[in-house]
């Protein structure tokens, strides 16, 4: 398979604009000024079979195709740099390493919906990113890439860094508008989308770093060269970021319907120091955890992840092996969205608390007859009832590691203790495992 | 008396704003520039920056409440932020947090007595294929060990 977004990382010094133009860099965006409509280029986006990458796999051609051309205000294209799902470092690693191929892809996505103001909104804990992105939009800017008239084609884009403040919110795309706003992170209601109404009523596009930074190859080798990897209706590479107990952690790019099981094993070299794996997270924190038995016949795509009862999400893969303690790692889980709500709807501002309250008192040998299906009540009265998908991604992990692990809760409670290892932690496995 | 910014940060707060398509939209930079020169956004602060974006003080309030990074009380000289969040915690994030806090005879939540240090867990910093892992100010620290953690600390003391 050939890298599509991997390809300048491990070459010395890819950060630069020299480096990534050697290697082709910014031939895609000459491309796309001097030979392609709009119109034309978001035909061949559609045709790659690009989805986006942030989490929910809509089709990136389609989401540009909304942003109506007759509109009189400006209108906006937003790079989400806001990575903040927790298993998931994929797009830090572009960021830090191949700057330039953001900055392509979102110079194109902008050229696209013909918006002359461009975002990349990065999270606030990512300063060397940041200094990375800016040094590199000054370098691409001094190079006429970005600015007016941009090589003569008559075209002009702006493009500004902006930094988040912490908030795991701001990575779902209203609150970043809101957010980029000036105000709160506080997400809106759909309809209306924010291709019709985004970024101060504007309309809008928001992608994901690792969407975007696909562009550039798209562009330069054709849609078809894209839609001739991956299955029928997952197409091309996707990044996996892969954590825990793995024997090679790290961010892997992989064709999509490769094997679950395969890659695991032989890709990230399988759960280390000879025990077996227990469960894994496939995309992210606020996806369902599967059990071991359950990713055997799985490949890396959207649709047979779903199969699986599970969701593709970022790609962040959270593996856990047989020293852990589901109960633990469900509170942990449970406290991050207590932690990271926004506070704005009421069945996931108590929800969420109540959730990790429940868990939290099972963990510790407090638990009580009924608490699961306690869990599962507020659970499902979180879920669909939020005005964003936050509330569905802290009502899922909680409800699932209820309904795979049900005999290890059950033994937490009827016992006052944990069954698994010492009980003290998330993991009674070593620690501070060095791979 | 009366916060404001030197004659450079206002240059720099008029740059920024002029940046952007609307002026509401630089609250954050406007905010960081105003964390960077007072060290931290009490009541005089937010009232600062509420009269140059012209805002409410409850507003400027309300969001500066709403991000972690943005902090309303004086913080140590080294803010250190132990991540917390599953993937370090399978690695041992928490013996991280326990050792620092024992090495510099704080809590969670803590500063040192001398203001060298505060210790905070956060949640997910997007690095978890190294983990554990701390962010100390702007930089990470990532695969700690007991012995590096140590050795950090001293390099800070």
Redesign the interface.
């Known amino acids: 398979m050939e890298k599509v977004l991997l390809r300048n990382i491990d070459v010395a010094d890819s950060h630069t604009l020299a480096v990534y133009q050697s290697r082709g860099g910014y031939r895609a965006w000459e491309k796309v000024l001097r030979t392609m409509t709009p119109a034309k280029l978001i035909e061949e986006v559609k045709e790659s079979g690009l989805r986006g990458r942030g989490g929910a796999g809509f089709p990136t051609g389609m989401k540009w195709s909304f942003v109506p051309k007759d509109n009189p205000k400006?209108k906006y294209l937003i790079c989400n740099a806001d990575?903040?799902?927790?298993?998931?470092?994929k797009?830090?690693l572009i960021i830090e390493r191949d700057p330039h191929a953001i900055i392509e892809g979102t110079l194109i996505a902008a050229y696209a919906i013909q918006s002359h103001?461009a975002f990349i909104y990065i999270?606030?804990?990512?300063?060397?990113g940041a200094a990375m992105l800016e040094r590199a939009v000054a370098e691409a800017t001094e190079a006429g890439y970005i600015g007016e008239n941009i090589l003569g084609s008559g075209y002009d884009l702006d493009l500004?860094v902006?930094?988040?403040?912490?908030?795991?919110i701001c990575g779902e795309e209203t609150a970043l508008l809101s957010?980029?706003?000036?105000?709160?992170?506080w997400p809106k209601l759909k309809p209306p989308f924010p291709a019709t109404h985004g970024l101060?009523g504007c309309p809008t596009v928001v992608n994901n770093v690792e969407t975007l930074a696909a562009l550039p190859w798209i562009i330069d080798r054709g849609a078809a060269a894209y839609a001739a990897m991956g299955t029928e209706k997952s197409k091309g590479t996707k990044l996996f970021?892969?954590?825990?107990?793995i024997a090679k952690?790290?961010?892997y790019e992989v064709e999509m319907g490769y094997p679950f099981k395969k890659f695991l094993e032989a890709d990230c070299g399988g759960v280390p120091h000879g025990r077996k794996l227990k469960g894994v997270?496939p995309g992210g924190?606020s996806m369902p955890v599967l059990r071991a038995d359950e990713i055997e016949k799985v490949n890396l795509d959207y649709e047979s992840v779903q199969a699986a009862g599970s969701l593709l999400g970022s790609g962040?893969v959270?593996v856990?092996d047989e020293s852990?303690c589901m109960v633990?790692?469900a509170w942990?889980?449970a406290r991050?969205f207590a932690?990271?709500s926004?506070g704005q709807c009421s069945p996931c501002r108590e929800g969420c608390h109540w959730m990790e309250k429940v868990f939290h008192r099972i963990e510790q040998g407090r638990g009580e007859a009924g608490d699961l299906d306690l869990i599962l009540n507020v659970s499902g009265n979180i879920m669909g009832n939020t005005i964003c998908p936050f509330g569905d991604a802290a009502a899922m992990p909680a409800a699932a590691f209820i309904k795979k692990y049900g005999d290890e809760f059950e033994e937490h409670i009827r016992r006052k203790k944990c069954t698994v290892g010492d009980g003290a932690?998330?993991?009674s496995?070593e620690?501070?495992?060095?791979s | 008396m009366a916060l404001e910014f030197s004659s450079e940060t206002y240059k720099k707060f008029e740059e920024t704003v002029g940046r952007y398509p609307k002026k509401e939209a630089a609250m954050l930079p406007v905010l960081y520039l105003a964390q960077q020169e007072f060290g931290y956004l009490g009541p005089e602060a937010i009232a600062y920056v509420a009269q140059l974006m012209g805002q409410s003080p409850a507003r400027v309030h309300g969001i500066v409440s709403f991000y972690t990074m943005l902090t309303m009380k004086p913080i140590g000289r080294y803010h250190i932020q132990v991540c917390r969040t599953l993937p370090c915690a399978l690695k041992g994030s928490e013996k991280i947090t326990s050792f620092i806090g024992k090495n510099l005879g704080i809590d969670v939540g803590q500063t040192s007595v001398n203001g060298r240090f505060t210790l905070s867990e956060v949640e997910c910093l997007a690095s978890c294929g190294t983990a554990p892992m701390m962010q100390i100010n702007d930089d990470y620290y990532e695969d700690l060990t007991e012995e590096k953690v140590a050795a950090i600390l001293e390099s800070l003391k």
């Open positions: 400006p990575e903040s799902e927790p298993g998931t470092f797009d830090r103001t999270r606030g804990e990512f300063a060397f500004i902006h930094r988040g403040a912490g908030a795991y957010s980029l706003e000036g105000s709160r992170g101060f970021s892969v954590s825990g107990h952690p790290g961010v997270i924190a962040g959270i856990m852990t633990r790692a942990n889980i991050f932690h990271e926004c932690s998330v993991s496995s620690f501070l495992v060095s």
